[in-house]
């Protein structure tokens, strides 16, 4: 008797890689033969310069990227006082730990402007980690994320763009800030990490 195989896993363009791995990459106008790519999860699978959406991700082999393995990456509780100097600038913007309530506002393309409801968990000059209970109605454009300033009645509202999603947990890229943004935000994460 035969084994059971599972359908391969089919992805398009605009949709987050669910998992790690090399990828076959079918060009369905055949401008070019298929070829093999790897992605990373959480990425956004790109459209072609040629095809345009006509083209699809099909998983060959799963991996698992060394920053997302648990025995590489994952937090280094067995000894919290040795620090990795090494690794303090990894990052491009140094990332904090806050909580402040966020407000999402999606712009469709026709019809009213699609607010949604969350809260921060981290931030830093380059975006912002956030809890939204309700699932982007479009996750593929920009949105505008307000949340409230370093001072008094100050509120910022900023574009952005979604880089990862985990259930409620979702990772946005800012996108253009302008010079005050960035310092308000810079100096936001510096009262936070004070």
């Known amino acids: 008797m035969a084994a059971d195989k599972s359908p391969p896993l089919v992805c398009k363009p605009g949709e987050l890689a669910p ?3 090399v990828y076959f990459v079918r ?11 790897m992605v990373i999860r959480g990425e956004e699978l790109p459209t072609c310069r040629t095809c345009r959406r006509d083209v699809r991700y099909e998983l060959l ?6 920053q997302h393995d648990w025995d590489l990456a994952g937090p280094r509780a067995i000894d919290p006082s040795k620090s ?27 019809g009213k ?23 982007l109605t479009h996750p593929k454009r920009n949105v505008t994320i307000r949340f409230p300033g370093p001072h008094a009645r100050q509120e910022l509202a900023v574009n952005a763009r ?16 302008t ?12 009262n936070v990490g004070s």
Do not use: K, W
């Open 162 to 177: 979604l880089r990862y999603r985990n259930g409620m947990r979702h990772g946005f890229e800012f996108v253009h800030l």
């Open 179 to 190: 010079r005050e943004d960035r310092d308000a935000v810079r100096e936001l994460c510096g």
């Open 84 to 110: 990795f100097p090494e690794f303090d600038g990894v990052r491009r913007f140094p990332r904090v730990e806050i909580d402040v309530p966020v407000v999402l506002v999606e712009m469709p393309q026709a």
């Open 19 to 21: 998992v790690s791995g």
């Open 27 to 37: 060009h369905l106008n055949r401008h070019r033969p298929s070829h093999e790519a």
């Open 113 to 135: 402007p699609v607010v949604l409801q969350g809260h921060s968990i981290t931030l830093s000059e380059g975006g912002l980690g956030a809890v939204i209970e309700s699932r």
């Open 61 to 66: 082999r799963q991996t698992e990227h060394v």
